[in-house]
């Protein structure tokens, strides 16, 4: 026989419940809900972007000790940027 549990054993699951039930008697809540969700949604897409495409942020200390050094001066690691031609830049740096 297997065992199963009652609906109300897991805390989120309740938690997921009392929501859905007060979003059906105050439906003015359901954009706050889509709007909170989305804007968290972008900042944690944000946050897992700066902590993979960043040239600041080494993951492999051991292979890659200095990420910063291997960029070429075109490549733009920017989100945004005003007035920039990443394409025309030339290296005006030395190698190491």
Do not use: C
């Amino acid at each position: 026989r297997l065992f199963f549990r009652h609906k109300a054993d897991f805390p989120s699951l309740r938690m997921l419940l009392t929501i859905r039930k007060q979003l059906r008697s105050h439906p003015a809540l359901i954009p706050l809900f889509f709007f909170i969700g989305g804007g968290t949604t972008m900042s944690l897409l944000y946050l897992a972007r700066l902590g993979l495409r960043n040239p600041d942020v080494s993951w492999d200390r051991k292979n890659n000790p200095e990420p910063w050094n291997k960029l070429s001066p075109n490549y733009q690691y920017k989100f945004f940027t005003v007035n920039m031609d990443y394409s025309k830049l030339k290296k005006d740096r030395p190698d190491f």
